[in-house]
C-alpha cells in the first residue's frame, strides 16, 4: 500500500495524457540500480534509496521513470513511434519534502522529427499544467546540451575537457570551478618522482612497467579493477588536463556564451551573431535550435514566455539535446522538467538509435500551487 495518497486530480490528469495518444504503463518499484547509478548524474546518484538481492546485486527504490520506461520498452520490442505516460511514486532523499512521492509524464520515442517531438513535449508539459493550475501565468526555461557541446567543439578544446564541461552542464558552481580551473592551471599534487619523470619522458613501456611492479608489491593487484596500462593512460590525462590552460581570448568567448540569457524570440539571432562575431562555425546546432523555435511557434507557444539560458541544463547525464523546465510565473520552484536524450536507449541495450524526448511532472508540488488563492 502506498504511504501518501495519490493526488486528487489524477484522473483529470490522465485524461489529459490520454488525449495525447500515449498508452499508460507502470515499473516495478524495485530496479537494477546500475543503469541510475551510470547514466542518472550524480545528483540523483546521491538521492537514490539502494538495497540488494540475495545474490548480492545492487538494486533500488525506483527514483524516477524514464529509465524504467525505456527498459520496459527494451524488453518488451515494441516498435517506435510510441508515446508513454506514467503515474506512480518514486523515492528520493529530499531535504525538503516527503522521501516518496508522485511523478506523472510523458516519453516519446522514435519520432524522427526532432524539432517537432521537442515542441510537442514542451507543449504538452504546458498544456497540462495550465488546465491542472486553471490558466495561471506560466513560465519556461530552456537550455540546449547540443549547442554548448557545439561551442566547446569549435573552440578547439581538449577532448578531456570538453567531457568534464559537458558533464557539469547545468551545474553553475561545477562550470565556474571548471572555467577558473582552465584559466589558471594546478600541477597534480603528490605525484611520486619516478612516475612524474617517466610520464615527463614520455616512456609509456616504462611507466606501465612501474605501475605494475607497483602494484604487485603493494598487493593491490589481485583487487583492482584498472589494469597497469589503463591507469598509465587516465594518469597521463589526469596529467594533461591539468596543465591546459585557455587563452584569454577562448576563455573569454566561453564565458560570453554562457552568459546569454533572453527571450526564445530573440535567440536564434543571438547565437548566430555570437557564432559570426567569434568565428565559429555552429550551422548545424543552430539550424536545430531554429527549426525548435519555430515548431514551438507553429504551436501557438508564446515566445514571450520561454527563456533561453545558454548555460541551463538539467541533473541527468542522459540529456543530448533541449532541456527544459516549467514553474509559475514570479514563483521558485520546477513544476514540469524534461529534455531529450537520444542516447540512452541505446546505452540501455536497444539494437537501434532511439530518439527520444520527454518530460515530468512533480505532482506533490503542483497539489500545494492549487492549494494557493
Same mark, same amino acid.
Given at each position: 500500500?502506498?504511504?501518501?495518497?495519490?493526488?486528487?486530480?489524477?484522473?483529470?490528469?490522465?485524461?489529459?495524457?490520454?488525449?495525447?495518444?500515449?498508452?499508460?504503463?507502470?515499473?516495478?518499484?524495485?530496479?537494477?540500480?546500475?543503469?541510475?547509478?551510470?547514466?542518472?548524474?550524480?545528483?540523483?546518484?546521491?538521492?537514490?534509496?539502494?538495497?540488494?538481492?540475495?545474490?548480492?546485486?545492487?538494486?533500488?527504490?525506483?527514483?524516477?521513470?524514464?529509465?524504467?520506461?525505456?527498459?520496459?520498452?527494451?524488453?518488451?520490442?515494441?516498435?517506435?513511434?510510441?508515446?508513454?505516460?506514467?503515474?506512480?511514486?518514486?523515492?528520493?532523499?529530499?531535504?525538503?519534502?516527503?522521501?516518496?512521492?508522485?511523478?506523472?509524464?510523458?516519453?516519446?520515442?522514435?519520432?524522427?522529427?526532432?524539432?517537432?517531438?521537442?515542441?510537442?513535449?514542451?507543449?504538452?508539459?504546458?498544456?497540462?499544467?495550465?488546465?491542472?493550475?486553471?490558466?495561471?501565468?506560466?513560465?519556461?526555461?530552456?537550455?540546449?546540451?547540443?549547442?554548448?557541446?557545439?561551442?566547446?567543439?569549435?573552440?578547439?578544446?581538449?577532448?578531456?575537457?570538453?567531457?568534464?564541461?559537458?558533464?557539469?552542464?547545468?551545474?553553475?558552481?561545477?562550470?565556474?570551478?571548471?572555467?577558473?580551473?582552465?584559466?589558471?592551471? /594546478?600541477?597534480?599534487?603528490?605525484?611520486?618522482?619516478?612516475?612524474?619523470?617517466?610520464?615527463?619522458?614520455?616512456?609509456?613501456?616504462?611507466?606501465?612497467?612501474?605501475?605494475?611492479?607497483?602494484? /604487485?608489491?603493494?598487493?593491490?593487484?589481485?583487487?583492482?579493477?584498472?589494469?597497469?596500462?589503463?591507469?598509465?593512460?587516465?594518469?597521463?590525462?589526469?596529467?594533461?588536463?591539468?596543465?591546459?590552460?585557455?587563452?584569454?581570448?577562448?576563455?573569454?568567448?566561453?564565458?560570453?556564451?554562457?552568459?546569454?540569457?533572453?527571450?526564445?524570440?530573440?535567440?536564434?539571432?543571438?547565437?548566430?551573431?555570437?557564432?559570426?562575431?567569434?568565428?565559429?562555425?555552429?550551422?548545424?546546432?543552430?539550424?536545430?535550435?531554429?527549426?525548435?523555435?519555430?515548431?514551438?511557434?507553429?504551436?501557438?507557444?508564446?515566445?514571450?514566455?520561454?527563456?533561453?539560458?545558454?548555460?541551463?541544463?538539467?541533473?541527468?547525464?542522459?540529456?543530448?539535446?533541449?532541456?527544459?523546465?516549467?514553474?509559475?510565473?514570479?514563483?521558485?520552484?520546477?513544476?514540469?522538467?524534461?529534455?531529450?536524450?537520444?542516447?540512452?536507449?541505446?546505452?540501455?541495450?536497444?539494437?537501434?538509435?532511439?530518439?527520444?524526448?520527454?518530460?515530468?511532472?512533480?505532482?506533490?508540488?503542483?497539489?500545494?500551487?492549487?492549494?494557493?488563492?
Amino acid at each position: 500500500m502506498p504511504l501518501i495518497n495519490m493526488p486528487d486530480f489524477s484522473d483529470e490528469l490522465l485524461a489529459a495524457f490520454a488525449e495525447r495518444r500515449t498508452e499508460r504503463v507502470d515499473a516495478p518499484v524495485i530496479q537494477p540500480a546500475e543503469p541510475f547509478l551510470d547514466m542518472a548524474g550524480e545528483d540523483l546518484r546521491r538521492r537514490i534509496f539502494m538495497t540488494e538481492n540475495e545474490r548480492g546485486e545492487s538494486l533500488c527504490l525506483r527514483p524516477e521513470f524514464t529509465i524504467p520506461v525505456c527498459l520496459r520498452h527494451i524488453e518488451t520490442a515494441t516498435g517506435t513511434p510510441k508515446r508513454y505516460a506514467y503515474l506512480g511514486e518514486v523515492f528520493r532523499q529530499r531535504r525538503d519534502g516527503a522521501n516518496e512521492f508522485y511523478q506523472a509524464g510523458i516519453e516519446d520515442l522514435g519520432d524522427s522529427g526532432i524539432a517537432g517531438a521537442d515542441a510537442r513535449a514542451i507543449g504538452d508539459a504546458h498544456a497540462v499544467l495550465s488546465k491542472l493550475l486553471d490558466g495561471r501565468r506560466l513560465e519556461v526555461t530552456l537550455g540546449d546540451q547540443s549547442v554548448f557541446e557545439a561551442v566547446l567543439s569549435a573552440l578547439g578544446l581538449p577532448d578531456g575537457w570538453r567531457k568534464r564541461l559537458i558533464d557539469a552542464f547545468g551545474n553553475a558552481e561545477r562550470l565556474e570551478q571548471l572555467l577558473q580551473d582552465l584559466a589558471s592551471p /594546478h600541477p597534480v599534487a603528490g605525484l611520486d618522482f619516478k612516475v612524474a619523470s617517466l610520464v615527463a619522458a614520455g616512456d609509456d613501456a616504462a611507466l606501465i612497467a612501474h605501475i605494475d611492479e607497483t602494484m /604487485h608489491a603493494t598487493g593491490y593487484s589481485t583487487n583492482a579493477s584498472r589494469a597497469p596500462k589503463e591507469i598509465a593512460t587516465r594518469l597521463k590525462e589526469k596529467l594533461v588536463l591539468a596543465a591546459t590552460r585557455l587563452d584569454d581570448k577562448t576563455l573569454a568567448l566561453l564565458t560570453e556564451f554562457l552568459s546569454l540569457e533572453l527571450p526564445l524570440g530573440e535567440a536564434s539571432a543571438a547565437l548566430a551573431g555570437f557564432a559570426d562575431a567569434a568565428g565559429l562555425k555552429l550551422g548545424a546546432a543552430i539550424s536545430r535550435f531554429d527549426e525548435r523555435v519555430a515548431a514551438l511557434a507553429n504551436i501557438g507557444l508564446d515566445l514571450a514566455t520561454i527563456t533561453y539560458r545558454a548555460a541551463f541544463g538539467r541533473p541527468l547525464d542522459y540529456y543530448t539535446g533541449l532541456v527544459f523546465e516549467i514553474g509559475l510565473a514570479g514563483e521558485e520552484g520546477v513544476l514540469a522538467g524534461g529534455g531529450r536524450y537520444d542516447r540512452l536507449l541505446t546505452l540501455l541495450g536497444a539494437a537501434d538509435r532511439i530518439p527520444a524526448v520527454g518530460f515530468s511532472l512533480w505532482l506533490d508540488r503542483i497539489e500545494a500551487s492549487r492549494a494557493k488563492p
